[in-house]
């Protein structure tokens, strides 16, 4: 087995997978920016949650709303809902999994809101919940996604934001959907605090 020959291909795969999202994506991410700043600057949150990886992804975009990337500056206004174990542990006993992002929407959510989903699953119903629960509450929807959440993207409506990583291979579509958290906090960070190059 060939150690070194693996490496470079995982490395160009990965190279050729960002070229090829770049193309699409651009004007996809400036839209979702722009919607999280208005929120922010009007006042609002952003509520992040995600299934399977997109769990990990949703709390790590969270992390750096509060935290913050590579510039010191103030915490931005951003709540995990993947990260409240209790909550999510009582909702699933009391009610039914397929609950444990929408109760805490409802509870947690205003109108104005951004409601910023990762979703890598078919199996996306705790999902597909929230976001409708977004939509009652009157929250914006930011939708980060891949091929397989076909249900999410068939649930966004004209005034959510869907950004597709439309590529095959579970490393490839999490690679670019960190690549665009970190291209969102970016923006978003530019946009409020007047950051240049």
Do not use: W
Request: proline share 3%; net charge negative; hydrophobic share 40%.
């Amino acid at each position: 087995m060939d150690f070194q020959e693996t490496i470079y291909t995982q490395f160009a795969q990965s190279f050729e997978a960002q070229q090829q999202a770049f193309e699409n994506l651009p004007p996809h991410i400036e839209h979702a920016a722009h919607v999280i700043f208005n929120s922010i600057a009007a006042g609002n949150k952003v509520i992040c949650c995600g299934n399977s990886t997109g769990s990990y992804l949703s709390q790590y975009f969270n992390t750096l709303l509060i935290d913050r990337m590579d510039r010191e500056r103030p915490g931005l206004p951003s709540i995990s809902l993947s990260s409240e174990g209790t909550a999510i542990l009582a909702i699933s006993h009391n009610d039914s999994y397929h609950d444990v992002f929408s109760k805490q929407i409802t509870a947690l959510g205003n109108a104005g809101d951004v409601l910023f989903v990762v979703a890598n699953r078919g199996n996306t119903s705790p999902i597909i919940q929230a976001i409708q629960a977004a939509h009652e509450r009157k929250l914006h929807v930011v939708a980060l996604t891949s091929p397989e959440a076909k249900n999410v993207s068939s649930l966004t409506s004209q005034d959510d934001t869907e950004i597709k990583i439309n590529l095959l291979g579970a490393a490839r579509v999490h690679e670019c959907q960190t690549l665009v958290i970190h291209t969102l906090v970016e923006l978003i960070e530019r946009q409020l605090f007047g950051y240049e190059d």
